[in-house]
């Protein structure tokens, strides 16, 4: 399936920003719809922002709504997480992933079991 990098992560301050990238490889990225979750210490995987496999759909966790923006470049094969106003409640280890091809309506966008390739994760933490 296709393989998945993340890179970006890093410690920020209250109010900073960071932008996380995601390099696909090794299969379709063009087809797929794809998601970044993220996982705090002790908490559950939950997802952060998804986005169609054109772009031109996305959807956000209410928690980051209106300070994260996804986005996608097909030709590059890369999808990016913008993070504005970052807090310390986003502190947490966050993962790309890609959506299985047959689950692609946004019915599925935040079904973790919806997704069948996962990147390593990088971690965000952002002090107070």
């Known amino acids: 399936q296709v393989q998945l990098v993340e890179s970006g992560g890093g410690l920020v301050q209250t109010g900073g920003s960071l932008r996380l990238s995601c390099a696909a490889s090794g299969g379709t990225f063009s087809s797929r719809a794809m998601g970044w979750f993220r996982q705090a210490p002790g908490k559950e995987r939950d997802v952060v922002a998804t986005i169609s496999s054109s772009g031109d759909s996305a959807y956000y966790a209410d928690s980051v709504k209106g300070r994260f923006t996804i986005s996608r470049d097909n030709a590059k094969n890369t999808v990016y997480l913008r993070m504005n106003a970052l807090k310390p409640e986003d502190t947490a280890v966050y993962y790309c992933?890609?959506?299985?091809?047959?689950?692609?309506?946004?019915?599925?966008?935040?079904?973790?079991?919806?997704?069948?390739?996962w990147g390593q994760g990088t971690q965000v933490t952002v002090s107070s």
């Open positions: 992933a890609a959506r299985i091809t047959y689950y692609s309506s946004s019915y599925y966008a935040t079904d973790i079991n919806a997704y069948d390739s």
